[in-house]
């Protein structure tokens, strides 16, 4: 970790305000969220977030009793609505070109699948 100290007299509109020192400190770090998508360090996207986000969603859904029962379009009308914009979201972004991103994406879409049916 280093410390950058910055010091100087600031002023207002012509006026003296305050001398003022102000301390950063910078940290390094492995990943960062932002904004709901997981970049590393050495700038790849996470999709184990994504997914697991998803599967968790999923399983909420598939535990309710209330949506279990449910014929298939209010099944597939609850993926829609509450999985698939975790799916979705940003993946412009963090586009999952890696084999095993796309087979983890892929688990989730199957598990979909054999809920609705």
Known sequence: MQDKVF?????????RVSRVRVSMVSN????????????SSDLRWRVNNVSAKASKTLNFIRHTRNVYC???D?????YISLV??????????WDAHL????KQLEKVHQRVAHFVK
């Open 28 to 39: 390094v770090v492995n990943s960062h969220s932002y904004l709901g998508v997981t970049v």
């Open 74 to 78: 209010t099944k597939a009308t609850a």
């Open 99 to 102: 084999v095993g991103d796309c």
């Open 70 to 72: 449910c014929p298939s």
């Open 7 to 15: 010091s100087g007299v600031f002023t207002q509109y012509g006026h």
């Open 84 to 93: 698939r914009p975790h799916l979705e979201y940003a993946a412009t972004a």
